[in-house]
């Protein structure tokens, strides 16, 4: 079992940037396609980015390409999810996830297994 705690989030104002970090323990994060997912007041909760467990493919909801950039560090086991021109439409609280495979360029948008506690981002106009 794999434990996810992210940190980073913060009030921010519109196109302004944050980093937010996922760090893992139990697991090494080696085993794992990582994504970010966050949630908004009265909205379903949605998929933002993933990667995959080599690193070397990426995926990005419509809404934040370009804008937002998923990596991962296996030795630190560690995700990050740095987003730049962020717009009052991202605030939501934003969670990290990880997704056990045994391919290395999977990168999945749903069915994630463990999730952390999510934290708060909220960009101001």
């Known amino acids: 079992q794999v434990q996810l705690v992210e940190s980073g989030g913060g009030l921010v104002q519109a196109g302004g940037s944050l980093r937010l970090s996922c760090a893992a323990s139990?697991?090494?994060?080696?085993?794992?396609?990582m994504g970010w997912f966050r949630q908004a007041p009265g909205n379903e909760r949605e998929f933002v980015a993933a990667?995959?467990?080599?690193?070397?493919?990426?995926h990005y909801a419509d809404s934040v390409k370009g804008r937002f950039t998923i990596s991962r560090d296996d030795v630190k086991n560690t995700v990050a999810l740095q987003m730049n021109t962020l717009k009052p439409e991202d605030t939501a609280v934003y969670y990290c996830?990880?997704?056990?495979?045994?391919?290395?360029?999977?990168?999945?948008?749903?069915?994630?297994?463990?999730w952390g506690q999510g934290t708060q981002v909220t960009v101001s106009s």
């Open positions: 139990g697991r090494t994060l080696s085993m794992y396609a």
């Open positions: 990667i995959s467990r080599s690193g070397g493919v990426t």
């Open positions: 996830a990880s997704y056990q495979t045994g391919s290395t360029r999977y990168v999945p948008t749903s069915r994630y297994g463990y």
